[in-house]
């Protein structure tokens, strides 16, 4: 949820594609049955289950918005198929119903989306008057928080400008936003110009004097909020928790603990499985072309860093005819003299990775997380990119969102690495098993196109 997305408009957005989905069940099984079986009642009420509470996705782009739609819908209408089918459920319900849903749904899903961006406006005046903001402290993230405000559509917030005591000279070159007086006037502009929300872009130190502004904005009924400084501001999977009753603000965390964890695990061992059977064939035809290709072992171990930064064995099919895992190790580069007439194959289609999928079900790995390093990259790039080991907070994956916006292959600047890195951090503020599926779909895509493979 955006930081000033009104809590109606959150409610709307939660319910209204779940509740869409029911509505296009209920009029295809009316239309096609000429009346409302019980069964389809029930189906309704699991399907509600299954997508409530809806994503997000009115700040979104369009096209993405579309996508997440559509890979949502055939995640739903996927599990309900294999669930009905091992169940024998399916028998129940009439196929042509079922089919003509599946097609139907997620159009309806657009559609109501974008019907819902249109009525925003509405949405909006609902909501009441628009609030008033002023912020406390000119610096590089409050102006960064003003502009994200103004440029915010579903925002209902206007900024009416700062607070700073220093003079201005030493104030932001970007005069958009005027200065309306120092820190001690906050408590008295607050009042004169009906101040509704209050952002502290101040360190949170304590101090006398930031406790007696604190103390003073009491005395008004604007609500207050700490905007934290650059220190605290790239948080990774960051959160207010408590510790023995003791407040504490996570800096740097796991996304998947608690419930999380388990859904992540569980979506892992039964994908794994599942890829598994289907390429057990292709898997025996791959090994046997190796064995035969060139001389050496089948399978190529290579330490790698895991989870937390421990040393993990990873596995995948040889494709050159060295077995390199030494303190220096050299990446593979386009026409390397190492690779073998299969390894080139493998490694431009990544069938090389296959063998990850029983790291996956060791628990060693994930489908989807940052992709490992060799462990003397680990140890030269740690040294050279700030946050680097803050991707071992997760397990490694066979695929990542690195890997799918154009990051695969070889990393031959430390520009190259640091982007890389910068979207391992970023899949793990966003996660959610939606992404995951998205990222598989999209790998797959990008392993057929060949892109930076080598």
Known sequence: MSLARASLLSVVEMVFEPLIVVASLWAVAAAIDGRLRPQYMILALVVFALTFPNEARLPHPRGRAIVDIVTGWFMTAGLLLAFGYVSGYLDYFDRHVLLTWAWVAPWCQVGGHFALRLTLPRLRALQGATKRVLLAGMNTHGIELARRLQQDVYCNLQVVGFVDDRVHERLSSR?????????????????????????????????????????????????????????????????????????????????????????????????????LVLIAPLFAAIALAVKLGSSGPVIFRQRRYGLDGEEIVVYKFRSMRVIEDGDAIRQCTRDDERVTRMGAFLRRTSLDELPQFINVLQGRMSIVGPRPHAVAHNELYRKLIKGYMQRHKVKPGITGWAQVNGLRGETTTLERMQARVEHDLDYLRNWSLRLDLYIIAKTVWVVVRGENAH
Not at 188 to 210: C, E, F, G, N
């Open 175 to 275: 005069r958009e936003y005027g200065v309306l007086g120092r820190l001690e006037q906050l408590p008295q502009l607050v009042k004169s110009q009906r101040i509704d929300v209050v952002y502290l872009a101040l360190p949170m130190v304590s101090t006398p004097r930031l406790r007696a502004l604190l103390d003073a904005l009491r005395d008004t009924t604007a609500s207050v909020y700490f905007a934290p400084d650059p220190f605290v501001t790239d948080l990774i999977q960051g959160s207010v928790d408590s510790v023995s009753g003791m407040p504490v603000l996570g800096v740097c965390d796991s996304p998947f603990s608690g419930a999380s964890g388990l859904l992540k695990r569980a979506s892992d061992i039964v994908l794994s499985l599942l890829i």
